[in-house]
């Protein structure tokens, strides 16, 4: 049996791989994110670096102690498979965190289009901690394990529930983001907003893809805040998916604001393809509470002014997780220690 390294010790290991995390200007990063994004076309050099330094700022002597200082960690050592998503950079890498972390071990399935960063980091870390970096296997198939923790589309989870089921797991389907407004948001703001919208090409489970405003807010308002943001057309993926979706608008005749590189379009729908962001006003701010509530098992985070909304963050704060913001509110840590 795998004997883990202490909890301070791994506390430490990964507070030297922040470090690591941190150093994005050295030649072994240029290729490191060169070798990704051969393997990922959506990766960019811009977004890679921003999920290193979005690590690096929570793998913290401080962060992590504040994280972790309701938890004893009973001698566990159990094999969790972990199935990883891959739709941004590093997005799978809080899972096998918190498993190392909690001292069990880790059978991973990394997604193809996240393999590359994910694999080098736990290279990293084996520089400073061989033995807890040895808790990591690869694999390509799930067999001998004792729990999962499985992330996949709405229609691999039925699969993974299916599966699974026999096992402890927590399984995770697709969710999105959403912004509120209430018309008194400053320019600042709203340019902040654009950063929840447009990050990683609004790929991500944590981007903006739908925003509410008053009944009567005036949509033009925003195009100039979103502005700094035009040179996500300049991704040809992401331009093929603005001319599909404005061609399918224009076609149909379907009503639609277009700003050039957005597509804003007024719906009840919660889930917006890539390059348009949905609309929907509301009467007051009781009635979309309630709205909100009822879909909460489909939102991942909102964004609001002044965290206007129970759990909501401030505009520009989507892609910032800090290490106790679990994806789909599913406590991770708790999970672990009960297996």
Same mark, same amino acid.
């Given at each position: 049996?795998?004997?883990?390294?202490?909890?301070?010790?791994?506390?430490?290991?990964?507070?030297?791989?922040?470090?690591?995390?941190?150093? !994005?200007?050295?030649?072994?990063?240029?290729?490191? !994110?060169?070798?990704?994004? *051969?393997?990922?076309?959506?990766? !960019?050099?811009?977004?890679?670096?921003?999920?290193?330094?979005?690590?690096?700022?929570?793998?913290? /002597?401080? /962060?992590?102690?504040?994280?972790?200082?309701?938890?004893?960690?009973?001698?566990?050592? =159990?094999?969790?498979?972990?199935?990883?998503?891959?739709?941004?950079?590093?997005?799978?890498?809080?899972?096998?965190?918190?498993?190392?972390?909690?001292?069990?071990?880790?059978?991973?399935?990394?997604?193809?289009?996240?393999?590359?960063?994910?694999?080098?980091?736990?290279?990293?870390?084996?520089?400073?901690?061989?033995? $807890?970096?040895?808790?990591?296997?690869?694999?390509?198939?799930?067999?001998?394990?004792?729990?999962?923790?499985?992330?996949?589309?709405?229609? !691999?989870?039925?699969?993974?529930?299916?599966?699974?089921? =026999?096992?402890?797991?927590?399984?995770?389907?697709?969710?999105?983001?959403?912004? #509120?407004?209430?018309?008194?948001?400053?320019?600042?703001? $709203?340019?902040?907003?654009?950063? *929840?919208?447009?990050?990683?090409?609004?790929?991500?489970?944590?981007?903006?893809?739908?925003?509410?405003?008053?009944?009567?807010?005036?949509?033009?308002?925003?195009?100039?805040?979103?502005?700094?943001?035009?040179?996500?057309?300049?991704?040809?993926?992401?331009?093929?998916?603005?001319?599909?979706?404005?061609?399918?608008?224009?076609?149909?005749?379907?009503?639609?604001?277009?700003?050039?590189?957005?597509?804003?379009?007024?719906? =009840?729908?919660?889930?917006?393809?890539?390059? #348009?962001?949905?609309?929907?006003?509301?009467?007051?701010?009781?009635?979309?509470?309630?709205?909100?509530?009822?879909? =909460?098992?489909?939102?991942?985070?909102?964004?609001?002014?002044?965290?206007?909304?129970?759990?909501?963050?401030?505009?520009?704060?989507?892609?910032?997780?800090?290490?106790?913001?679990?994806? *789909?509110?599913?406590?991770?840590?708790?999970?672990?220690?009960?297996?």
């Amino acid at each position: 049996m795998i004997q883990s390294p202490t909890l301070e010790e791994r506390m430490q290991s990964f507070v030297h791989l922040g470090q690591w995390f941190a150093d !994005t200007s050295s030649n072994a990063f240029q290729k490191l !994110t060169q070798k990704a994004i *051969d393997g990922n076309s959506w990766f !960019t050099p811009q977004h890679i670096q921003m999920a290193f330094e979005a690590w690096s700022l929570v793998l913290t /002597k401080e /962060k992590m102690e504040e994280w972790l200082q309701s938890y004893t960690f009973p001698d566990l050592n =159990k094999k969790v498979g972990l199935v990883l998503a891959g739709n941004v950079p590093m997005v799978g890498f809080h899972d096998v965190l918190s498993t190392l972390i909690s001292g069990n071990q880790a059978l991973v399935k990394c997604a193809s289009q996240d393999a590359v960063l994910i694999k080098a980091s736990i290279n990293a870390l084996a520089e400073y901690a061989p033995q $807890l970096a040895n808790q990591v296997t690869w694999i390509e198939r799930l067999t001998d394990f004792d729990a999962v923790i499985a992330t996949g589309s709405d229609n !691999t989870a039925r699969y993974f529930e299916y599966y699974f089921a =026999k096992h402890p797991h927590i399984i995770r389907k697709n969710r999105v983001s959403v912004g #509120v407004l209430n018309g008194r948001e400053s320019d600042e703001e $709203l340019m902040a907003l654009g950063r *929840d919208i447009f990050t990683y090409y609004g790929l991500g489970c944590r981007n903006v893809a739908k925003i509410y405003v008053p009944e009567h807010y005036d949509l033009t308002l925003l195009i100039p805040h979103f502005q700094p943001f035009e040179k996500v057309l300049d991704h040809h993926k992401y331009q093929n998916n603005y001319d599909y979706n404005k061609s399918i608008y224009l076609v149909n005749r379907e009503e639609h604001l277009d700003n050039g590189f957005l597509l804003l379009r007024e719906t =009840k729908d919660l889930v917006s393809p890539i390059s #348009v962001l949905y609309i929907e006003r509301y009467k007051n701010e009781a009635l979309l509470s309630l709205n909100l509530a009822s879909m =909460k098992d489909k939102i991942q985070c909102i964004v609001s002014q002044n965290r206007a909304y129970e759990g909501s963050l401030p505009f520009g704060e989507a892609q910032k997780p800090e290490l106790w913001d679990y994806a *789909d509110g599913v406590n991770t840590l708790d999970f672990l220690c009960s297996l």
